[in-house]
């Protein structure tokens, strides 16, 4: 049994993000549980660490129970968004209770170009190196929404086959890597 948290950087209610990662869900191996995080939370201020929202602590227990953590984000202005860097920053706080570390992790991530979300992979790969995490290096997925998904949110046939590798390879990597 192997579980997975999954942070979707995206708040819009019809997110190809959040289509892209039902559709990983759909496609992997039996066995695997999936439970999305909610980052509808308080903007970070350093000032409520004292007081942590319960919201916030949800995320970081939902990080810490789980086997690893599937980052799926859109690339705003050539970065990862601010929705995903929000939750990072609180479940990686208080100082010395960095939920992520040594947690393997994969980032994937949809657009409507073939090139989106290059570069916010590439920035929130270098956020979670910092944060001591495992990250899978292969197979990259950089998925363009207009070709991979249907007018109704369900993924294109022949996305299929290249999202079941990857989340065969996402399993394989937590059981090798899980604490
Ligand atoms: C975008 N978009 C975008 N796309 C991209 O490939 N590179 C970029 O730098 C940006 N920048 C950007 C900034 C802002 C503020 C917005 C709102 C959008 C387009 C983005 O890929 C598109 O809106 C996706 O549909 C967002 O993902 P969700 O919400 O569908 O998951």
Redesign the pocket.
């Known amino acids: 049994m192997t579980s997975i948290a999954v942070l979707v950087g995206?708040l819009?209610e019809?997110?190809?993000?959040?289509s892209l990662a039902e559709a990983i869900e759909t496609l992997a191996p039996e066995g695997t549980t999936f439970e999305t995080g909610d980052l509808n939370l308080p903007l970070f201020n350093q000032d409520l660490e004292a007081d942590f929202p319960a919201k916030a602590k949800e995320l970081k227990d939902l990080v810490e129970r789980s086997d690893g953590v599937l980052f799926v984000t859109?690339?705003?202005?050539?970065s990862f968004s601010g929705v995903l860097k929000n939750g990072i920053d609180w479940a990686s706080r208080p100082w010395g209770q960095n939920s992520f570390n040594g947690k393997p992790v994969a980032i994937v991530g949809?657009?409507?170009?073939a090139l989106?979300?290059t570069?916010?992979q590439a920035a929130l790969r270098n956020s979670l190196v910092y944060l001591n995490t495992e990250i899978m290096g292969q197979p990259e997925v950089y998925f363009n929404?207009t070709t991979g998904l249907n007018q109704d949110g369900s993924v294109a046939d022949d996305a299929k086959d290249f999202l079941t590798d990857f989340a065969n390879a996402f399993v394989a990597f937590i059981e090798k890597h899980k604490n």
């Open positions: 995206s819009r019809d997110s190809f993000n959040k859109p690339e705003y202005n050539r949809a657009s409507i170009g989106g979300t570069q916010a929404a």
